[in-house]
């Protein structure tokens, strides 16, 4: 089993930055493609970004696309989603996830194509 552990969450501004972790455990990291996902109270879990296992493609959510950055440091297993210029529908639990199809050209969007999920951690953008 690949344990994931989310942190680096909490409640800034409109257009401040945030930086999130996933430090991962258990199983060798760097054969899992990982993801960021996101989930708002009462709404579906949803796609962020995605990053292959060997950190050189990388794949965003037309909502977040040139204000997040994904990124691994694999001697480190963790995974890393810098967010700046935040906004209030931002606001969500952010999850990491860890599947293992070793993507070429198509990054995986669906839940359901990823394997191991962390618990989440809270993010809150005020206006």
């Known amino acids: 089993q690949l344990q994931l552990v989310e942190s680096g969450g909490g409640l800034v501004q409109a257009g401040d930055s945030l930086r999130l972790s996933c430090v991962a455990s258990?199983?060798?990291?760097?054969?899992?493609?990982m993801g960021w996902f996101r989930q708002e109270p009462g709404k579906e879990r949803k796609f962020v970004a995605a990053?292959?296992?060997?950190?050189?493609?990388?794949y965003y959510a037309n909502s977040v696309r040139g204000r997040f950055t994904i990124s691994r440091d694999n001697t480190k297993s963790t995974l890393y989603l810098q967010m700046s210029s935040l906004k209030p529908e931002d606001t969500a639990i952010y999850f990491c996830?860890?599947?293992?199809?070793?993507?070429?050209?198509?990054?995986?969007?669906?839940?359901?194509?990823?394997?191991?999920w962390g618990r989440g951690t809270q993010v809150t953008v005020s206006s």
């Open positions: 990053i292959k296992w060997d950190g050189s493609s990388a």
């Open positions: 258990g199983r060798t990291f760097e054969r899992f493609g």
């Open positions: 996830a860890a599947e293992n199809s070793y993507w070429a050209d198509t990054a995986p969007t669906g839940r359901d194509e990823y394997d191991y």
